[in-house]
T-cell receptor
């Protein structure tokens, strides 16, 4: 079973608005990563936040991590039509080997 | 620099057949991971290889196998194909093994089993 669960499953916003996606997970993690996928193609890495970090920024992206609540959020500010994609959180646990992906949030940005 | 390349991009096979998917990592990357992504779901981890050794295996049957070559390229083999094996198979490479590192994904191989 997948560890991460994104919320909402689908999100539709107007261009220029902010988009917030949430991810919850069940067990201890070393890090949490966010990826973007366009139209069922390869995934693009957006940001990695380690378990001892609380917030991280990259351009228009802001990721927070609350290990006490086992949750993370991805905020995309001033969204653009090109941000339309599926967004996945992926958790890396104490195991050396596995990165576990959630089912994803489908974001539609309407021009 | 070339990214992660996967071949073929699309493949149609019949139930019971065997298939081999190929992946070339980014130059200098020593770790390759394989994922299966069924339509509408997130990628599911199948294998990770680092320095030509299997370092992790997901919850997939023994029909799935993989290997990594001395040049760090990798193959994923699936035997006795089932309809449920139809999916996008993604390969990801990383500079090193483990989970604390960014993964770079190829565009995937879309396998259809009929």
């Amino acid at each position: 079973s997948q560890q991460g669960e994104e919320d909402p499953q689908a999100l539709s916003i107007q261009e220029g608005e902010n988009a917030t996606m949430n991810c919850s997970y069940k067990t201890s993690i070393n890090n949490l990563q966010w990826y973007r996928q366009n139209s069922g193609r390869g995934l693009v890495h957006l940001i990695l936040i380690r378990s001892n970090e609380r917030e991280k920024h990259s351009g228009r992206l802001r990721v927070t991590l609350d290990t006490s609540k086992k949750s993370s959020s991805l905020l995309i500010t001033a969204s653009r039509a090109a941000d339309t994609a599926s967004y996945f959180c992926a958790t890396g646990g104490t195991s050396y080997d596995k990165v576990i992906f959630g089912p994803g949030t489908s974001l539609s940005v309407i021009p | 620099d070339a990214g992660v390349t996967q071949s073929p991009t699309h493949l149609i096979k019949t139930r019971g057949q065997q298939v081999t998917l190929r992946c070339s990592p980014i130059s200098g990357h020593k770790s390759v991971s394989w994922y299966q992504q069924v339509l509408g779901q997130g990628p599911q981890f199948i294998f990770q290889y680092y320095e030509k050794e299997e370092r992790g295996r997901g919850n997939f049957p023994d029909r799935f196998s993989a290997r990594q070559f001395p040049n760090y390229s990798s193959e994923l083999n699936v035997n006795a194909l089932l309809l449920g094996d139809s999916a996008l198979y993604l390969c990801a490479s990383s500079p090193r093994g483990g989970v604390n590192t960014e993964a770079f994904f190829g565009q995937g191989t879309r396998l259809t089993v009929v």
